[in-house]
């Protein structure tokens, strides 16, 4: 890691969104350390994009607060990057004015290196119109990183994409954060995308955080390790078995986890601590490391 | 017996010739009809005498006046109505308050047809030049404000937010984000008010003028010159027309990015497939 000024870190204090008299996020209180990968995971609507946006500074807490790097955040996070699903590009302008989007001075070469390190330097200067999906979202990512965010938040970034292109950009997006050592926030609906990239996996239900589960597998990670399947299934069980359908058997956390290797150890939070209240009431009997789902480990 | 062959033509010319036929057919029969005297002249002059009108006309440098004139007309409105509704539109497009106080006082009088301000138009200006200029600037402003107002408020909120996520001021999120982005309504907004700024022009001019083409026609009837008439109504077809490709040209040219408006590489014919 090549780290000139460490990742941004993040403080969030009895953070409260309210919709409309409804509850999105109801006190949510959670420290990442600068440098970490965390990934959130949940069920559609459970407020992860609001909880992004609370970070990003673009909507404002009804309660409680975020602090970065120690200081309150009142306005717009200029720390933070968003790359949103929608890679949200200006068709009007080519490939590299978007990344170079609001920049001053002589950030042209920069961002050919930038779209160099993406693949698409050839494409500079091409209108969005002509790009695929994919690399519409490599655009997206080039246009995050040309500024060296300290913080990236990143919005089910690839949610759009197919299956190739999504580990290609998972690994992109993995090297990218080895080489910069910003702190990095990903939303997504793939189980096994956060387990592939995070290193902290946290399960939002109901506006809380329900699970706070560690991430300490080798990198590169692979899918059908048996740890990588292990980890896998038992975060699907804990959203599955969310809102009271939890007929079906369950294992705690702790069972499971402890198979996986810790190896850089460095997560600030105790293995799979439960940060809500359900992990006791949960019976553990099955078999771990079922090939249960794994591979299909898209939620909707 | 060897089967008569018609010529053979290339398909795609064929199909770009099948259109002109009826045209050409009717245009024949007109002649041929005029000039056996079963259209009387006076009626519908043949087609040949309208062409023939139409150069003496020429030649005379009457039409030139008039169609500068005329010419000169729309275009001073079309820029005094069209600047104002695009100054309007961004005003209120962009600030809430100012489409408050003065966006329903707008929508009350877009329903005016401009046309029939005529009688109070004429007893303001009389029927120098300000009465035409005035009325071909009021027909432009609406569609003009009304798309440019549009245009602004249709924007992907969603591209204004990562503006502000990527650190730029309003002023930048308005050139780089709101302007671009409505200007396809915008150039829409022109392409409509120039086909308005000719109604009313025709109109304006063969009530209230002493020059233009829509004074050509009115003076010809007086004097039973069908011709010339039929040549005006002609003319303010073709005016009409190289008015729209103008705008046209100009979407082309402001908007290449739109791939609606995208050069299809046709130089490079598609490869065909692998056999
Ligand atoms: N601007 C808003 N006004 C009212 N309600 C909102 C607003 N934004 C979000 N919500 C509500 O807040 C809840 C959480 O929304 P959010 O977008 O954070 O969900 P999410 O977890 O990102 O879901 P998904 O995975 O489907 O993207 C939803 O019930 C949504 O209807
Ligand atoms: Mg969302």
Redesign the pocket.
């Known amino acids: 890691m090549s780290t000139t000024t460490p990742g941004t870190s993040l403080q969030l204090v009895e953070l409260t969104?309210t919709?409309?008299g409804?509850p999105?996020l109801s006190a949510i209180d959670l420290a990442v350390d600068g440098g970490h990968f965390v990934a959130i995971v949940?069920?559609?609507?459970?407020?992860?994009?609001?909880?992004?946006?609370l970070l990003s500074g673009l909507?404002a807490p009804c309660d409680g607060g975020v602090l970065v790097n120690g200081e309150p955040l009142r306005s717009v996070n200029l720390h933070a990057r968003i790359m949103f699903q929608d890679g949200r590009l200006l068709p009007w302008k080519s490939v590299l004015d978007n990344v170079g989007l609001g920049l001053r001075g002589d950030w042209r070469s920069r961002g050919l290196e930038v779209l160099r390190h993406v693949g698409l330097h050839e494409r500079a200067g091409d209108w969005i119109a002509r790009l695929s999906g994919g690399q519409r979202q490599r655009v997206a990512l080039a246009k995050a990183l040309i500024t060296q965010p300290r913080l990236m938040l990143l919005?089910?970034p690839l949610g759009a994409l197919d299956a190739l292109t999504r580990i290609e950009m998972q690994q992109l997006i993995e090297n990218l954060w080895l080489e910069e050592g910003f702190t990095s926030i990903l939303?997504t609906?793939d189980v096994e995308e956060a387990v592939t990239l995070a290193d902290r996996i946290l399960v939002?239900e109901e506006g809380r955080i329900a699970r706070d589960f560690r991430n300490d597998l080798q990198r590169p990670r692979r899918r059908g390790d048996p740890g990588f399947s292990q980890l896998t299934a038992e975060i699907l069980d804990t959203i599955l078995t969310q809102g009271g359908q939890g007929s079906a058997p369950q294992k705690t956390a702790d069972h499971a986890t402890e198979a996986v290797t810790p190896e850089h150890g460095h997560s600030p939070r105790p293995t799979g601590q439960p940060a809500g209240a359900r992990g006791s009431e949960r019976s553990d009997s099955p078999p771990i490391g079922e090939p249960s789902g794994a591979l299909t480990a898209q939620l909707q | 017996m060897a089967r008569f062959q018609p010529f053979q033509l290339n398909p795609r010319l064929k199909r770009s010739l099948i259109p002109w036929l009826v045209p050409l057919l009717l245009l024949v029969l007109w002649q041929l009809l005029a000039s056996r005297g079963v259209i009387p002249t006076r009626i519908l002059p043949a087609p040949s005498a309208i062409a023939l009108a139409a150069i003496n006309m020429g030649r005379s440098g009457e039409l030139w006046g008039h169609l500068s004139i005329s010419a000169g007309r729309a275009g001073v409105g079309f820029l005094i109505g069209a600047s104002l509704g695009l100054l309007f539109g961004l005003i209120n497009g962009l600030m809430p308050r100012a489409e408050l106080l003065l966006d329903s006082s707008f929508q009350m009088l877009r329903n005016i047809p401009p046309l029939a301000m005529i009688p109070l138009v004429i007893l303001w200006f009389g029927i120098g030049e300000e009465a035409r200029v005035f009325l071909v600037s009021v027909g432009v402003f609406f569609p003009v404000y009304l798309n440019t107002f549009h245009g602004i408020r249709s924007i992907d909120p969603g591209l204004i937010e990562m503006g502000k996520v990527y650190g730029l001021s309003p002023w930048q999120i308005v050139t780089n984000i709101v302007l671009p982005g409505a200007t396809p309504s915008i150039l829409v907004g022109v392409r409509f008010s120039l086909g308005i700024a000719w109604i009313i022009l025709i109109v304006g001019e063969q009530i209230a003028a002493n020059s233009g083409i829509g004074y050509m026609a009115m003076n010809a009837r007086e004097f039973m010159q069908t011709d010339i008439i039929v040549f005006s109504i002609i003319l303010y077809a073709l005016l009409g027309k190289l008015s729209d490709s103008m705008a046209r040209g100009l979407e082309h040219r402001l908007l290449p990015w739109h791939p609606n408006f995208q050069r299809t590489a046709k130089a490079v014919p598609s490869k065909p497939a692998i056999s």
């Not at chain 1, 949940?42 to 909880?51: I, Q």
């Open positions: 969104k919709y409309a409804r999105v949940g069920r559609s609507g459970c407020g992860k994009s609001t909880l992004l946006r909507e919005d089910e939303v609906h939002l």
